[in-house]
T-cell receptor, first 113, second 114 residues
Framework: AQKVTQAQTEISVVEKEDVTLDCVYE???????LFWYKQPPSGELVFLIR??????QNEISGRYSWNFQKSTSSFNFTITASQVVDSAVYFC??????????FGAGTQVVVTP | EPEVTQTPSHQVTQMGQEVILRCVPI?????FYWYRQILGQKVEFLVS????????KSEIFDDQFSVERPDGSNFTLKIRSTKLEDSAMYFC????????????FGPGTRLTVL
């Protein structure tokens, strides 16, 4: 069975600080896909990033970056120079080839001015 | 930019009543999904749908639930006899080419069962 653990329930930072969100996953599949979604106070789910299990290259996209390490089954996400608009719940999710997304419990990020 | 739409945004119903939640997936997408999120909890998978049939369903998706693609654009979730515990936000999602592709979510329908 697949499982996603987000141990941090809430992170509070002051604007311009960096925020790193932890995600640990469990799966028996050799091919799988990892995602980060953002849920702002308005409630919608916004896709942020996607990574395949066979591609461990870490990248930066604007203020977002991620660190995917298969050896530790972790897929951490960093927001650089946080802004108030980054305040939201962030979900890590895992899917197999069939598309069923398994979400973590989410991490509430609070950015204060 | 194409997006998934859902109607209504909020539905209030009495326990035991039937509700139909509607979704219009992104037009060239072939895979469709329903998820739900009970207030303050994580998002849970309900069902996936491809080629006019269910691909996979969760334990939550019991006989009270059904899905349908009645025409070329709509994708619906029906709850036959609502219970109090069905109160949640229901999200529709779609992906383009395969189950492993990125799923794009609609804004959700908040269902309140009284």
């Amino acid at each position: 069975a697949q499982k996603v653990t987000q141990a941090q329930t809430e992170i509070s930072v002051v604007e311009k600080e960096d925020v790193t969100l932890d995600c640990v996953y469990e799966t028996r599949d050799t091919t799988y896909y990892l995602f980060w979604y953002k849920q702002p106070p308005s409630g919608e789910l916004v896709f942020l990033i996607r990574r395949n299990s066979f591609d461990e290259q870490n990248e930066i996209s604007g203020r977002y970056s991620w660190n995917f390490q298969k050896s530790t089954s972790s897929f951490n996400f960093t927001i650089t120079a946080s802004q108030v608009v980054d305040s939201a719940v962030y979900f890590c999710a895992l899917s197999d080839s069939w598309g069923k997304l398994q979400f973590g419990a989410g991490t509430q990020v609070v950015v204060t001015p | 930019e194409p997006e998934v739409t859902q109607t209504p945004s909020h539905q209030v119903t009495q326990m035991g009543q039937e509700v139909i939640l509607r979704c219009v997936p992104i037009s060239n997408h072939l895979y469709f999904y329903w998820y739900r999120q009970i207030l303050g909890q994580k998002v849970e998978f309900l069902v996936s749908f491809y080629n006019n049939e269910i691909s996979e369903k969760s334990e939550i998706f019991d006989d009270q639930f059904s899905v349908e693609r009645p025409d070329g654009s709509n994708f619906t979730l029906k709850i036959r006899s609502t219970k109090l515990e069905d109160s949640a936000m229901y999200f529709c999602a779609s992906s383009e080419t395969s189950g492993s592709d990125t799923q794009y979510f609609g804004p959700g329908t908040r269902l309140t069962v009284l």
